[in-house]
């Protein structure tokens, strides 16, 4: 009955987006409006994806986020790691004009300019003179960039970078269009644009959809096997679910939260695809004064907290409980841990009791500390959980929470007890997440943490070639941040997605990369599937 | 005529009170007015609706206020062996608990409290600069009247959500000064109506007699013109207190709400609506308890301007 | 007529530049700024952000570059969706909000006011009550309960509407937007219509048309109907600028690309020029509404003559 009606009712509008889609086309939720499809643009992590589904890089991500050959067919590093020599295939961008070195070279130089303000810009500080220019003391002529000829690029940097061909598989280092741009101010609108990548801008309907075509000049179009992919800007995840059922959307990027899970794991559990992601959850100390200045506080507030009661019953939706502050999924060093998290619950409140003792805290004199966090559901159940663990302490908490812009405004600034923060690596390197808390980092800056041991190790791995002595290095410095208690880790992010048993393609990786020219589109197997 | 933006009856209305008729409105000495008082109990009490809700009301804003103590659960108490389990009469969560292992029930009485008092509080503010705002400017008349009027043209103008929004954002953590300073954006639709009530009641002999006996101004005002502006005051405040406890839901929403662990109705709905296919009574709970308060102020209101209004006879 | 016509547009000029005035300072006394976010951004990074957009000179300098930009009829580009101006998000956005706006108000009006008229007629009487509570279940529940329900019950179990989505404003997508929008409006002019109806009807021309011998019906429809529907002409103003803008909770739940969710995210994100462009598109929409409403009152009001 309900097949008929629905046949009945909803024909129109289906048959009219089937007619033209015979072809292979997937619906998707990207999770927000994308803020700019230049990649130099924006950050948006959403914006990301239909920026590297337009233009290719010279480093591409594989389904799997392993680094494969993408404009570039090879590369060469020199022995002490400064040196790389890019060799770019024979590619043609869309409006058949070849891709060349050049363009490669406009690129970089314009994403270190100041005037394009790029968020990312300092993950390209390794290549010479990068950061002079990207603060405007030098031109842009001067970045260690270089065309040898049409297809040959070299990059020099001052010093070997760990995650440097990470960042050139990032949108931001994309080759541009050096041809458009010179000549068109809004050079990324439809009818405009022209890409390098596996897909066209089609039609963009801002705050609705967005349609990204096959693109026939891409230099490996026979291995792309979607025709087209509709993309829908959803803020609300209940929409994305709701599509979802409905069969309006095959595959949605955001993460499905605590609130939906049982329900998604009972009803679809076909279409649940959770994995590890290169995210840490954690609450971040103010160390400046105060208590929090008192390692032993902070040490205690660390050992009551019930990790797994957090992950397993206040969320439920996969997170892993953590113990340190680099992601096991991340390519971190190993046993790495903060130090007396596995003693028995009972043993660590009695520890933890005896710590606030004897840094002066008690049933007479009991801490008062605000906990700030970001308005979201599921950062306020944290809160609380947490709040409820202290309380045995004799802490009385205070929450706080207020919309993102003002709870990162008062984080920079360092006003705030105890927040709560949210960091996802940009590159599958641990330096991403604990040199945030080397002197100059982000992290240290807003909590005053300082520890010269700590520094040191940062800057001596920056100067470390070999991969594996610089993570061992780089696991150092996460222990030290660890013996410090400095922050509170709470959980390892996963990435919770709903994707359709009909998309293919789609392989868990940490970094969540979904690359769209892999994923490919069953035939539909049961023919209830909506409208056909 | 000049007219405002938004033009109320009354301030077009060139005879806008009846003169005669059975039931004089609100006249100058004390005993019309308490006749007029009990002439609307009197016809209040005839309106089954209204008089059942003004019942509900009253146990409901009691239940709010006292339940929560006649309970064994704290607002903030984690029942570490339940998180998200549904109502129970074993495990002592009649209405369930929620992700957090906190009582339901618990929750939503002390939720109601805050509903109804950000409610109150906003209304008051609005009502007391409302009146006066109003009051003053429909008596004084004239330019002043004019520039007074321009100006809650102006604050019209201004995207009513737009300034809560920034007020919440500034004012961040104390809940009953954002509702006072939601009072204080609220007020616009009260100073019209007073002012228009002034405008007719001026003309009046009453006034007019006040006036020739040397009494002043403001006294005026006050012992004059704000009483006889009661009856649509007291309908406005029906009218606003829902009005503002759908707003509070509606920030809540948005994220805006009442900071933990202090909770609102709003909250408790909002956060209830994601779980609606997964723990209903989240959503149930809290749902019926702020139904059943809008439905009865709304009828109360309804009943409250049949009664008061002397038109409506 | 005219000359009164041009007065009040005239006016809304000196109105406009106070509202202007005060959003732009009250937005950016709020604190936290557009490129606040969770990745913390290194000071040089934040500093070419902030002189991309001027946000490094002082504000009166950064006022007056917005009123000189502002004048040349530039909202200036958003900050937070760069590839469009301020003016071309808000020209997209805003036919969208106004479909469903207005269809969502002519729903109410064509639902609304027969209730009110007919609970009017029949005052506390069961029928009273019954179409009363009925309007009224509309605004006992927040309308963001109200259209998720509407969405899962008719979108995905019943499946006889899309779930969500614009489409373009294809039909069937647009009607449980336009559902749900309206339902507050409902009880809204349905409960206006019933108080200003039982007012007009205790009036005494009322009374003396009752007496020349007219029926109820003619009473009804030839003299109490007009001047029962000033207080819900002169409540439409607000409203629909209200509905238009404000529609926000449904453009989100249902994925809706009309100009309410800009105001509040623009808002929340401290999208400087998106807030301020809503903002003045907000003000000059309800100054013309209201004016609209004021010819339309003349129209309805015999008593009432501009003509200063």
């Known amino acids: 009955m309900a097949v008929h009606w629905r046949t009945l009712l909803t024909a129109l509008p289906l048959l009219l987006s089937l007619g033209t889609a015979q072809a292979a086309t997937l619906h998707v939720d990207n999770e927000g409006e994308p803020g700019s499809l230049d990649p130099q643009k924006s950050a948006n992590h959403w914006d990301s994806r239909i920026q590297k589904a337009m233009f290719d890089r010279l480093v591409d991500t594989a389904a799997d986020g392993r680094l494969i050959p993408g404009l570039a067919s090879r590369w060469d590093v020199s022995d002490d790691g400064t040196v790389y020599t890019f060799h770019l295939r024979d590619a043609r961008w869309s409006d058949d004009t070849p891709i060349t070195a050049e363009d490669a070279v406009f690129s970089l130089r314009r994403l270190l300019m100041p005037a394009t303000a790029n968020h990312n810009a300092n993950l390209y500080y390794a290549i010479h003179n990068a950061r002079a220019v990207n603060r405007g003391e030098r031109a842009p002529e001067a970045l260690g960039v270089k065309a040898l000829d049409a297809h040959t690029l070299e ?37 405009n ?64 939260p605590s609130s939906r899970i049982d329900w998604v794991r009972a009803q679809r559990p076909d279409a649940l695809r959770t994995a590890p992601w290169a995210g840490e959850y954690f609450y971040m100390f103010n160390v400046r004064d105060g208590a929090l200045a008192d390692a032993r506080v902070r040490k205690a507030l660390n050992l009551v907290v019930r990790r797994e009661i957090i992950t397993d019953k206040v969320l439920g939706t996969g997170m892993r409980p953590s113990h340190r502050f680099v992601p096991e999924a991340m390519s971190g060093a190993d046993g790495v841990t903060m130090p007396g998290l596995d003693a028995p619950y009972a043993e660590r409140v ?141 959980f390892e992010y996963v990435s919770n997605h709903l994707v359709s048993p009909r998309v293919q393609g789609f392989e868990d990786n940490v970094m969540d990369e979904h690359p769209l020219r892999f994923l490919s589109l069953a035939p539909p197997s049961t023919p209830s599937h909506s409208g056909e | ?77 984690v029942d570490w062996s339940n998180f998200q389990t549904a109502p129970s009469l074993e495990n002592g969560h009649y209405f369930g608990t929620d992700a957090n292992g906190r009582d339901i029930l618990v929750r939503t009485l002390f939720g109601g409290q805050v509903s109804l008092s950000v409610a109150l509080v906003a209304t008051f503010v609005s009502l007391v600069i409302g009146v006066l705002y109003g009051a003053v400017a429909g008596y004084v008349g004239g330019r002043t009247d004019n ?66 006996l040397g009494v002043g101004g403001p006294t005026i005002v006050r012992r004059h013109l704000i009483p006889n502006t009661l009856g649509p005051v007291i309908i406005y405040v029906t009218l606003t207190v829902p009005k503002v406890i759908l707003l509070e839901s509606f920030l809540s929403f948005l994220g805006l709400g009442v900071q933990e662990p202090l909770t609102s109705w709003g909250v408790l709905i909002s956060e209830g609506k994601d779980m609606m296919e997964s723990a209903p009574w989240m959503l149930i709970v809290p749902s019926v308890f702020l139904a059943v308060t809008l439905f009865c102020l709304n009828f109360l209101g309804d009943g409250l301007r049949d009664a008061l209004d002397p038109k409506t006879r | 007529m005219l000359s009164y016509t041009l007065k009040r547009l005239a006016f809304a000029v000196p109105t406009l530049l106070v509202v202007i005035t005060i959003s732009f ?61 301020v003016t071309e ?163 989100q739940i249902f994925g809706i690309p009309g100009i309410g969710r800009y105001f509040v995210q623009g808002a929340l994100n401290r999208d400087y020029t998106l807030v301020m462009g809503t903002v003045v598109f907000y003000g000059a929409l309800i100054v013309l509404m209201n004016l609209l409403v004021d010819l339309l009152y003349s129209a309805l009001d015999p008593q009432i003559r501009y003509n200063d």
């Open chain 3, 89 to 251: 998000l808000i020209m997209q956005g805003f036919p969208v909000s106004l479909e469903i706006g207005g269809l969502a108000i002519g729903l109410a009006l064509l639902i609304g006011l027969p209730l009110g008229v007919i609970a009017a007629l029949k005052r506390n009487s069961t029928i009273d009550y019954l179409v009363m509570s009925l309007a009224l279940g509309g605004i006992a529940v927040p309308n963001f309960v109200i259209a998720p329900i509407m969405a899962l019950v008719f979108g995905v179990l019943l499946g006889w509407l899309p779930a969500g989505g614009w489409n373009g404003g294809a039909l069937p997508n647009l009607v449980l937007p336009v559902i749900a929008l309206s339902i507050q409006q409902i009880a809204y002019i349905a409960r206006m219509m019933r108080a200003s109806m039982i007012e007009t009807m205790g009036s005494h021309f009322i009374r003396t048309a009752r007496a020349k011998g007219l029926s109820e019906v003619q009473v009804v429809l030839r003299h109490a109907l007009r001047p029962s529907l000033l207080p819900v002409v002169s409540y439409l103003g607000p409203a629909i600028a209200a509905i238009v803008t404000g529609s926000v909770v449904i453009e």
């Open chain 1, 350 to 490: 009695e520890k933890a009791r005896a710590l606030m003792r004897e840094a002066g805290y008690g049933p007479d004199t009991p801490l008062t500390l605000t906990l700030r966090y970001n308005t979201d559901d599921d950062h306020k159940k944290v809160a609380v959980a947490v709040a409820a663990m202290w309380k045995p302490l004799g802490v009385t908490v205070e929450l706080y929470n207020s919309e993102g812009a003002v709870h990162y405004a008062a984080i920079k600034q360092g006003q705030f007890d105890i927040a709560r923060y949210g960091m996802v690596a940009t590159v599958n390197d641990p330096i991403d997440l604990v040199g945030s808390y080397a002197a100059g980092g982000s992290a240290a800056a807003a909590s005053g943490y300082q520890n010269a041991r700590l520094d040191a190790l940062i800057e001596k791995s920056a100067h470390t070639a070999n991969a594996a002595d610089r993570r061992r290095v780089l696991g150092q410095a996460e222990q030290t941040l660890l013996d410090d208690y400095a922050v509170l880790p709470i």
């Open chain 3, 25 to 85: 300072f009250l937005m950016r006394a709020a604190p936290g700024g557009p490129f606040d976010g969770e990745r913390q951004l290194p000071p040089e990074i934040e500093a070419n952000l902030k002189a991309a957009y001027h946000l490094d000179e002082p504000l009166p300098m950064q006022y007056l570059r917005y009123m000189g930009n502002l004048a040349q009829g530039d909202f200036g580009p958003s900050f937070k969706y760069k590839d469009f101006s």
């Open chain 1, 193 to 256: 644009t022209v890409v390098s990548g596996a897909f066209t801008l089609g039609e963009w309907h801002p705050q609705s959809q967005l349609t990204l075509e096959k693109n026939p000049a891409f230099y490996a179009a026979d291995t792309v096997a979607l025709d087209r992919v509709v993309m829908y800007p959803l803020e609300d995840t209940n929409d994305a679910i709701r599509r979802f059922r409905n069969d309006q959307i095959d595959l949605s990027f955001a993460q499905v």
């Open chain 2, 147 to 212: 520039l007074m009027m321009r100006f809650v043209d102006i604050m019209y103008s201004l995207p009513f959500m737009f300034l809560v929004i920034l007020l919440m954002v500034v004012f961040g953590r104390n809940i009953f000064l954002i509702y006072a300073a939601i009072g204080a954006v609220e007020w616009l639709d009260m100073a019209r109506i007073v002012r228009g009530q002034t405008l007719a009641l001026k003309r009046r002999e009453f006034i007019e007699a006040a006036h020739a």
């Open chain 2, 1 to 77: 005529m000049t007219s405002t933006t938004t033009p109320y009856r009354g301030e077009h209305d060139d005879t806008p009170l009846p003169a005669g008729g059975p039931n004089p409105p609100a006249g100058p000495d004390k005993n019309t007015g308490e006749s007029l008082g009990r002439e609307a109990w009197r016809r209040l009490k005839q309106n089954k609706a209204a008089m059942a809700s003004l019942v509900i009301l009253t146990l409901m804003a009691l239940i709010c206020f006292i339940g929560p103590h006649l309970l064994p659960w704290a607002l903030d108490e």
């Open chain 1, 155 to 191: 990059i020099t940097l001052d010093h070997p970078s760990g995650y440097f061909l990470q960042a050139m598989a990032m949108g931001e280092a994309a080759p541009l269009p050096r041809h458009v741009l010179s000549t068109t101010k809004r050079w990324i609108v439809p009818g």
